[in-house]
């Protein structure tokens, strides 16, 4: 029995229909490599078994605390149905691209049972005209909670249901039985030391979160950053529907490296939000919506968790809040100031945000989180408060991924990821890679952002303008490189001088 840190519980607490804390990725495979070229549902089940009987992970659903005084436990079910939790559906045809989001978008408006283990996965047949996609392939949805995994965690635990090899061993180890469940006694033993500790919880937070707010502002003044002291409003920054929304793209990280020799001390990181912005400042051109005096403000998480807990469930993140520069026309002023930011913002993300929100969630009791998250789920008040324009997050994909994955002997083509939108921020963009490709998922509000298409054509055209940048820079270092060669040929006795290479 687990309990879940005031991180996990606040997702719990802000789950809503209207916003749904899940967290998403769609997966692409064709069973043309599979025995027989033919993936049963029977054989999905069996493997899907033989992956999680070495695990318990997948069984745990949230016990609450006697009257709900403290945030609850992860307890293992006893009632665990493994078929409850595999869905199986055939995508309306002509089983294209569109109608693939299409499906998953509305599976993503929709909130988990929490009543069970807090995940699903959906199997999508008919998959017969997506481009680059064998006819007869199917797709699958994975939708976890996010108050049981934060994204690190959960790309590592979904990677569990991969494979390197088509042909698998079903795993004969079996979890021992699952443990009694306590009694009502026990479960108040749990809960009385910590509301009589609370105060002194409360009081050391308070102290820490003082303490860090002070060296939070200390750094900032220290910087002496240009950057605008307030987020500007947007489209996306409003209520949110629960309709949702989704489109994904794939960039090659060869050509995204090309670019990141635009910019001094650029990562690729970096790139990716400066594509992003790019896309973000045509289209809210094209709606005539563009802040243009005013930066578009990213919130990006920030991985704290170590190798030996990339497992764990839960969530162990910081936060960064990063402008992305849309107010700026050329693309490599943009990504310079970008990269400077990040230069500035992830330091402070690792050694001061990270204790500061640990340090907010220990100094509230559980019954103030929950009422606050209902009362914003109500209320929706943090809509008004325009803390962030979008979300970017970026998990990098399996360790080993550019050799081949497979799902039940299926070759696994494309992993896309799903981030959640909330009151007050419904455009998020998920960020992964496979096979030496970025991956892109843009999940966001319909009502927001009624024309996704559009706004991944925006995208794909800030990558070809960065594309155009790296090449121009590549031609203009060629071009520097070859000049002295020129001059010691013209005037002869002159001192050589040698060209730097360009460097990644």
């Given at each position: 029995?687990?309990q879940?840190?005031?991180?996990?519980?606040q997702?719990?607490?802000?789950?809503?229909?209207?916003?749904?804390?899940?967290?998403?990725g769609?997966w692409?495979?064709?069973?043309?490599?599979?025995p027989?070229?033919?993936?049963?549902?029977?054989?999905?089940?069996r493997y899907?078994?033989?992956?999680?009987?070495?695990?318990?992970?997948?069984?745990?659903?949230?016990q609450?605390?006697?009257?709900?005084?403290?945030?609850?436990?992860?307890?293992?079910?006893?009632?665990?149905?493994?078929?409850?939790?595999?869905?199986?559906?055939g995508?309306?045809?002509?089983?294209?691209?569109?109608?693939?989001?299409?499906?998953?978008?509305?599976?993503?408006?929709?909130?988990?049972?929490?009543?069970?283990?807090?995940?699903?996965?959906?199997?999508?047949?008919?998959?017969?005209?997506?481009?680059?996609?064998?006819a007869?392939?199917?797709?699958?949805l994975?939708?976890?909670?996010?108050?049981?995994?934060?994204?690190?965690?959960?790309?590592?635990?979904?990677?569990?249901?991969m494979?390197?090899?088509?042909?698998?061993?079903?795993?004969?180890?079996?979890?021992?039985?699952?443990?009694?469940?306590?009694?009502?006694?026990q479960?108040?033993?749990?809960?009385?030391?910590?509301?009589?500790?609370?105060?002194?919880r409360?009081?050391?937070?308070?102290?820490?979160?003082?303490r860090?707010?002070?060296?939070?502002?200390?750094?900032?003044?220290?910087?002496?950053?240009?950057?605008?002291?307030?987020?500007?409003?947007?489209?996306?920054?409003?209520?949110?529907?629960?309709?949702?929304?989704?489109?994904?793209?794939?960039?090659?990280?060869?050509?995204?490296?090309?670019?990141?020799?635009?910019?001094?001390?650029?990562?690729?990181?970096?790139?990716?939000?400066?594509?992003?912005?790019?896309?973000l400042?045509?289209?809210?051109l094209?709606?005539?919506?563009?802040?243009?005096?005013?930066?578009?403000?990213?919130?990006?998480?920030?991985?704290?968790?170590?190798?030996?807990?990339?497992r764990?469930?839960?969530?162990?993140?910081?936060?960064?809040?990063?402008?992305?520069?849309?107010?700026?026309?050329?693309?490599?002023?943009?990504?310079?100031?970008?990269?400077?930011r990040t230069?500035?913002?992830?330091?402070?993300?690792?050694?001061?945000?990270?204790?500061?929100?640990?340090?907010?969630?220990d100094?509230?009791?559980?019954?103030?989180?929950m009422i606050?998250?209902?009362?914003?789920?109500?209320?929706?008040?943090?809509?008004?408060?325009?803390?962030?324009?979008?979300?970017?997050t970026?998990?990098?994909?399996?360790?080993?991924?550019a050799?081949?994955?497979?799902?039940?002997?299926?070759?696994?083509?494309?992993?896309?990821?799903?981030?959640?939108?909330?009151?007050?921020?419904?455009?998020?963009?998920?960020?992964?890679?496979l096979?030496?490709?970025?991956?892109?998922?843009?999940?966001?509000?319909?009502?927001?952002l009624?024309d996704?298409?559009?706004?991944?054509?925006?995208i794909?055209a800030?990558?070809?303008e960065?594309?155009?940048?790296?090449?121009?820079h590549?031609?203009?270092?060629?071009?520097?490189a070859?000049?002295?060669?020129?001059?010691?040929?013209?005037?002869?006795?002159?001192?050589?001088?040698?060209?730097?290479?360009?460097?990644?």
């Open positions: 029995m687990k879940l840190t005031p991180m996990d519980a997702f719990f607490y802000s789950d809503a229909p209207h916003q749904p804390m899940v967290i998403g769609l692409i495979c064709d069973q043309n490599s599979a027989n070229g033919l993936v049963r549902h029977k054989d999905i089940i899907i078994n033989s992956r999680l009987s070495s695990t318990s992970l997948f069984r745990r659903r949230l609450h605390a006697p009257l709900r005084l403290d945030d609850p436990y992860w307890m293992e079910d006893k009632n665990f149905d493994l078929e409850y939790h595999i869905r199986h559906v995508l309306p045809q002509p089983g294209d691209w569109r109608q693939l989001c299409i499906f998953a978008a509305r599976a993503m408006s929709r909130t988990l049972d929490m009543e069970r283990a807090p995940w699903e996965i959906t199997v999508i047949e008919g998959l017969n005209n997506v481009e680059g996609v064998p007869g392939s199917f797709a699958l994975l939708r976890l909670h996010h108050a049981y995994v934060d994204g690190k965690s959960g790309v590592e635990i979904t990677t569990l249901l494979d390197d090899q088509v042909e698998f061993d079903e795993n004969t180890y079996r979890l021992p039985a699952p443990a009694r469940m306590p009694t009502r006694a479960m108040w033993a749990k809960t009385m030391p910590r509301l009589l500790g609370q105060s002194v409360s009081a050391r937070a308070g102290f820490s979160v003082a860090k707010s002070l060296q939070l502002a200390g750094q900032l003044r220290g910087e002496a950053c240009p950057d605008q002291s307030r987020v500007p409003a947007t489209l996306f920054n409003t209520r949110v529907s629960p309709h949702r929304t989704y489109g994904a793209t794939r960039w090659n990280i060869a050509d995204l490296k090309q670019v990141r020799r635009c910019a001094d001390g650029a990562t690729l990181n970096d790139v990716i939000i400066a594509v992003i912005a790019g896309g400042r045509r289209y809210l094209r709606r005539e919506a563009l802040p243009v005096e005013q930066s578009l403000v990213a919130l990006c998480p920030v991985a704290m968790r170590p190798e030996s807990a990339r764990d469930m839960g969530n162990l993140i910081s936060m960064m809040l990063i402008g992305m520069g849309t107010d700026l026309a050329d693309p490599q002023l943009r990504l310079q100031a970008i990269t400077e230069q500035r913002g992830a330091p402070l993300a690792k050694e001061v945000m990270h204790e500061l929100i640990t340090a907010l969630g100094m509230l009791p559980a019954p103030v989180r606050g998250g209902w009362l914003q789920s109500q209320l929706r008040y943090v809509s008004k408060l325009h803390l962030q324009n979008t979300l970017i970026n998990v990098p994909g399996p360790t080993n991924g050799e081949k994955k497979y799902f039940a002997g299926a070759e696994i083509l494309a992993t896309y990821p799903m981030v959640p939108v909330f009151d007050g921020m419904g455009l998020s963009h998920g960020i992964t890679s096979y030496g490709q970025i991956i892109v998922g843009v999940l966001a509000d319909r009502q927001m009624p996704m298409d559009v706004y991944m054509e925006c794909q800030s990558l070809e960065y594309l155009a940048l790296a090449k121009e590549a031609q203009a270092a060629a071009e520097s070859q000049r002295p060669a020129k001059n010691r040929k013209r005037t002869p006795g002159t001192p050589a001088h040698t060209a730097a290479p360009a460097t990644e």
